[in-house]
């Protein structure tokens, strides 16, 4: 298995490596807590593999809201079509931070690419919370924000292309929202980093509206620096795995009139605390 750094501050390619070995699941776990986003190149898997490789993380975490892939209830199809505009998460988010319990990560097999584009962007969140300030650290680790499912997937969305050509579905179960640390401790390194994000966090408690609209945005703001990204070029094959207590991405909705087919599973995670 070769592994190479896709920046100084994070994600991994990987080559070389075959996720339906189990022998091989230890140092594709290492690889993944010390890079946070692992591309594994040239994985030509079954569902049923995706599905043997996300169980060894853990239990899989349905997503309520994405069409399912055919006979796969577990597996969340994320597809934008030759004729469609409306790519699914376009905008900077955190996978299932609207839950009590977020999913510990996601991992997108790459069914169908377009012929060029479609990349996704990820951004270190432990490295966006160690440039800031020690003041602005130390006001933002007492406090707590709040997430919802409502306004990106509810009733609000269903004139949307996604709902309307059966892509997100389920708007009625769009009901969820969780109070979460705005500052997390990540459960596997011990890292210090933000856990808030522009598609799901609507507020952080006890500020006032301006107040908390103001401290989102220079966050938000912040986050975007490129210092703290990575970018995935994506081959049919690859999968890339995700840490969701440790990363924000993003789908460039850059290839219209392609199709763009993934497969995406994610992985129930413990409680995250501050
Ligand atoms: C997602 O937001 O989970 C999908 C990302 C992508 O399609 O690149």
């Not at 100084?8 to 490596?17: I, K, N, R, S, Y």
């Not at 996978?95 to 009590?100: A, G, L, R, V």
């Not at 270190?124 to 020690?134: F, H, I, K, Q, R």
């Not at 993934?262 to 995670?269: A, F, Q």
Request: contains cysteine; charged residues 25%.
């Amino acid at each position: 298995m070769d592994i190479r750094p896709l920046t100084g501050g994070l994600g991994a390619e990987v080559f070389g490596a075959d996720v339906r070995d189990g022998a091989q699941f230890e140092d594709i776990h290492a690889a993944f807590a010390k890079f946070s986003v692992i591309v594994l190149r040239g994985q030509n898997i079954s569902p049923e593999d995706h599905l043997e490789f996300a169980r060894r993380f853990g239990p899989i975490n349905v997503n309520r809201f994405f069409k399912p892939v055919d006979g796969h209830p577990e597996i969340a199809t994320v597809l934008k079509e030759k004729d469609q505009k409306q790519a699914v998460g376009e905008g900077w988010h955190t996978d299932h931070s609207y839950d009590q319990i977020p999913a510990m990560g996601s991992i997108l097999h790459a069914i169908e690419m377009p012929l060029y584009g479609g990349d996704t962007l990820f951004v270190s969140m432990g490295a966006a919370y160690e440039a800031l300030s020690d003041p602005m650290r130390r006001f933002l680790d007492g406090l707590t924000a709040v997430h919802s499912s409502r306004h990106a997937f509810g009733v609000r969305t269903l004139d949307s292309e996604a709902a309307k050509s059966g892509r997100l579905a389920n708007a009625e179960a769009a009901t969820q929202d969780a109070r979460h640390p705005v500052v997390i401790t990540h459960p596997l390194s011990g890292r210090r980093g933000l856990f808030v994000n522009p598609v799901f966090t609507t507020h952080i408690e006890g500020l006032t509206a301006d107040e908390s609209a103001a401290v989102l945005n220079m966050l938000f703001e912040h986050c975007r620096q490129p210092e703290f990204q990575a970018r995935v070029r994506w081959q049919a094959g690859d999968i890339t795995m995700w840490d969701n207590r440790a990363t924000w991405h993003k789908a460039i909705n850059d290839y219209h009139g392609f199709r763009r087919l993934m497969h995406r599973i994610t992985v129930e995670c413990e409680a995250i605390s501050g």
